[in-house]
């Protein structure tokens, strides 16, 4: 039934070759693949993975999950419709629940369906730190980094036929199938450094709008790094910047992140 429903993506999204500026980073990015389908694709996984997980609902911890992950949501959309990009986000549907799982995990579908597992709710600690893992994985979903990985595999596979329009369907699905490897979670997609970059600068930012001390971020990641030594990388340390690199570039873009947050009314 999802094959079928792929078979549906090829001919809208050739019509389309297309470059997206993130409004917040500047970062270019190749988007290629027709968003309102991966968007309903993606949906459907999402549902999929929690109705097999065990969502904790009703509780402080779960209640903070939707508390923060909202604000961060709200702070984006207040910020994309006051540079006349509130279209971006039109199709997209927020939901942010709380998983019970050991891992120290989070992630973001594409369109912004995002899960936080309660063992990463330990490393996080206060809302700050909350924020922050919330930031970097909605960043995901702004910043599109499901449609450029879609896109990027389209062009190394089948490169100059893209333009050309030669695609067929079946090619468009076998490289769905990578990505998104079909009967697993699209949550496993693996992103690129610079997207695990991007999704930092912008998680920042985001999260110091929406009142948020983005100054947390760097015991927040000492944190994550120490816990993680060794086990399973989790999404956001997977293919991650080193621990060093990573503070260094939260630091060059902390004065910004602490402009945003002023604004927001943050204590500095
Ligand atoms: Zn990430």
Redesign the pocket.
């Known amino acids: 039934m999802k094959i079928k429903h792929i078979f549906g993506i090829g001919a809208i999204a050739l019509t389309v070759v297309a470059c997206t500026t993130n409004p917040i980073t500047g970062r270019s990015s190749l988007q290629l693949a027709n968003n309102s389908e991966i968007l309903t694709m993606s949906a459907q996984e999402y549902k999929s993975t929690l109705d097999k997980s065990k969502v904790i609902s009703g509780t402080a911890d779960a209640k903070r999950v939707v508390n923060v992950g909202s604000r961060i949501k709200s702070a984006a959309e207040r910020y994309y419709q006051s540079i006349g990009r509130s279209a971006d986000l039109a199709n997209y549907s927020w939901e942010f629940n709380l998983i019970q799982s050991n891992e120290l995990n989070a992630w973001c579908m594409p369109g912004g369906k995002v899960a936080v597992y309660t063992g990463i709710l330990p490393i996080t600690k206060n809302e700050n730190g909350l924020a922050v893992v919330l930031g970097?994985?909605v960043s995901?979903a702004l910043a599109g980094h499901g449609n450029e990985r879609i896109s990027q595999a389209m062009v190394a596979q089948y490169g100059g036929a893209i333009l050309g329009g030669t695609i067929s369907n079946a090619q468009w699905a076998n490289v769905f199938e990578k990505v998104y490897p079909i009967g697993s979670q699209v949550a496993l997609l693996k992103?690129g450094r610079n997207q695990?970059s991007e999704?930092d600068e912008m998680g920042l930012y985001l999260m110091s709008m929406a009142g948020f001390d983005p100054r947390e971020a760097i015991p927040f990641w000492g944190r994550m790094e120490a816990a993680s030594n060794g086990a399973r990388q989790p999404?956001?340390l997977s293919t991650h910047p080193n621990p060093e690199t990573r503070i260094a570039d939260i630091n060059k873009d902390l004065p910004k992140a602490l402009e945003y947050y002023r604004a927001a009314g943050g204590k500095i």
Do not use: L, P, T, V
């Open positions: 970097h994985e995901h992103y695990e999704a999404e956001f």
